[in-house]
């Protein structure tokens, strides 16, 4: 397998951190992996929010658990997501939706069709990214709930995010605390093959 490819199958969603901040140098470069994650049409109408003020993103994170279960009890609404690295649907306990991490990027693109599309491609960027450099991280929606609270379009504000942009996700960044999670085996049947002149559905329709 390539190297890089291999290397990809090897991350994980982490949600336990250490008390250290991510390296700048690191940051940085995590960061410029971001910025150059395609967009649609090329248009590179982001904003890329990146918090390290650990009073601010508690408050956020706290605010991002509420909107998961929304006043419900949690033991009737959750499922299952991890033991090695428990959320907040594994472990109610847990009132910080963003986990304690150092550092808590927000995502914010440009309103429209391809706002989620353009927002997933800098995310899935920024955490190759961290992963390569040794740096953890985790994907988090409900971000566009947090940030219609008052808290949240405070917050934009104090930023300048510019009122045309949407707020798609967060992206947790910092060190792993404890050993790696264990790998987690692929599920079968995700892959459908379709080739030219053969019926559908068929033989060389390939369920891998």
């Known amino acids: 397998m390539n190297p890089m490819i291999e290397k990809m199958t090897s991350r994980h969603a982490i949600r ?40 601010v993103n508690l408050k956020l994170g706290k ?8 006043g419900q009890d949690p033991a009737k609404t959750a499922h299952s997501i991890s033991a090695d690295q428990p959320s907040i ?19 914010f693109t440009r309103s429209g069709q391809y706002a989620h599309d353009d927002a997933a491609m800098i995310a899935e960027n920024v955490m190759l ?17 947090v940030f219609a609270t ?33 790998a987690k085996p692929r599920k079968e049947g995700r892959i459908l093959r379709v080739r030219k002149g053969a019926p559908w559905p068929n033989p060389s329709a390939e369920n891998i």
């Open 129 to 145: 990214a961290a992963h390569f450099l040794g740096v953890a991280s985790c994907y988090i929606g409900r971000t566009g709930e």
């Open 63 to 70: 605010l991002s658990r509420y909107m998961q279960f929304k």
């Open 89 to 107: 649907q594994d472990d109610f306990t847990i009132l910080d939706g963003f986990y304690g991490a150092p550092t808590v990027l927000t995502i």
């Open 16 to 55: 336990r951190f250490q008390n250290r901040q991510v390296e700048e140098e690191a940051l940085q470069e995590i960061l410029t992996a971001g910025l150059y994650a395609p967009s649609a049409g090329n248009n590179q109408y982001s904003r890329i929010v990146v918090c390290q003020d650990p009073e």
């Open 150 to 182: 008052e808290y949240g379009v405070e917050k934009r504000r104090e930023w300048g995010v510019p009122e045309d942009m949407v707020p798609v996700c967060n992206v947790l960044l910092g060190y792993r605390e404890g050993s790696e999670p264990h």
